[in-house]
């Protein structure tokens, strides 16, 4: 199954920039967004049905299912300049990431009704049924992207897909956004590595021993904190930058990953990493995209989504490595080895803003003379 899913990973990353690239070329975003959703949906809803004792069609519908997903998701995040004005895109941003939180809550107690009634497999048909319903206001009230308006031929996708082949192998000469990029993609890894297994290390009798009501409520509390967060930081976005947003929500995640390691009192671990976490989690979602808004040039914007998606599907490092050292050192110190790639992360992004500035600091025209 783990090897399903890097593959399913790894045909997203592939299809994400051509596929952005097709949108930006034709105006059809909102289309492939439906039609990937579509796809997911469905093989929500199939999984649900799929009789026992045939693991072949399990995995294969699983793995369509989260490649619909996740290109869906890319060629959603680039609709961010369509809905907000530059001043609120950070908010509107936080607002996605706050509702997604949200509707994780809402969720919990609707699977765990179902799945107790059903069976385990019926919560894919929740959740296939629930995305479709909540795509329908996508449908009827956001406007199409806009686009260059030329009409889709192969031969169009097949110079899309060498456009954005090229796009990528020549990020080594914008060092903006290749700082970003890889900053980008150690701060989502550690996070999607502490997101994996919280549970698993609060669980850990050498570590908490935390009973299950315990990590429920961690769990619950996470989503709860992120909720607020998404709106919070989606609004201080808008008023101190992108940038420092990101930034500080990989602090962030570095400090929970530090107290959990060495924290001998349970809750207060729980406490900061429903805290911190929360918030680490909602501003590296929501500051990322706002930030390549202003990084990438907007007629390629659904492109370089793609490219963002790569370092998101990329990131898979953290959760091998966390794993492996929990099995060698035991989970204490594989939650402290997250805080280097986390600090490295911080650099890196901190690096990519400085180098921008001072591009625009020296591509601004000269002030004029005094007066004689």
Request: aromatic share 8%.
């Amino acid at each position: 199954m783990s090897l399903a899913m890097a593959g399913s990973m790894v045909v997203s990353a592939i299809l994400g920039p051509f596929l952005g690239a097709v949108a930006d070329a034709t105006g059809n975003a909102k289309r492939q967004v439906l039609l990937w959703s579509a796809l997911c949906c469905a093989g929500g809803v199939v999984l649900s049905l799929v009789p026992e004792g045939h693991p072949g069609w399990l995995i294969a519908v699983f793995c369509a299912a989260n490649v619909g997903y996740n290109i869906a998701l890319s060629l959603y995040d680039a609709f961010l300049p369509d809905l907000a004005s530059p001043g609120r895109m950070g908010y509107v941003s936080g607002v996605g990431v706050g509702v997604g939180y949200l509707g994780a809550i809402l969720g919990y107690p609707l699977a765990y009704a179902l799945t107790t009634a059903l069976g385990d497999r019926s919560a894919f048909a929740l959740a296939g049924i629930l995305m479709a319903v909540f795509s329908i206001p996508f449908a009827i009230w956001v406007r199409e992207r806009r686009g260059a308006g030329r009409r889709f031929t192969p031969a169009l996708g097949f110079a899309e897909f060498r456009a954005a082949h090229a796009t990528i192998r020549g990020l080594h000469r914008s060092p903006v956004l290749l700082l970003f990029l890889a900053g980008n993609l150690l701060a989502v890894d550690s996070l999607n590595s502490m997101i994996q297994w919280a549970a698993q290390f609060f669980r850990d009798p050498a570590a908490f021993n935390a009973p299950e009501s315990a990590v429920t409520m961690l769990l619950l509390g996470l989503s709860v904190s992120g909720t607020a967060a998404g709106f919070a930081a989606g609004w201080l976005c808008d008023r101190v930058g992108a940038h420092r947003i990101l930034v500080a929500g990989t602090l962030s995640l570095a400090v929970v990953a530090t107290v959990d390691s060495v924290a001998a009192d349970r809750d207060l671990a729980i406490a900061v990493t429903v805290a911190g976490g929360g918030f680490g989690a909602s501003a590296v979602w929501l500051a990322g995209r706002r930030m390549l808004v202003d990084l990438a040039p907007p007629e390629r914007l659904g492109e370089f989504m793609g490219i963002l998606g790569i370092t998101r599907k990329a990131s898979v490092l953290g959760t091998v490595l966390l794993a492996t050292l929990a099995d060698d050192r035991g989970w204490r110190y594989a939650i402290l080895a997250l805080v280097a790639p986390l600090l490295i992360g911080a650099a890196l992004l901190t690096a990519s803003v400085r180098i921008r500035a001072r591009a625009a600091a020296s591509a601004a025209p000269a002030p004029p003379p005094p007066p004689a």
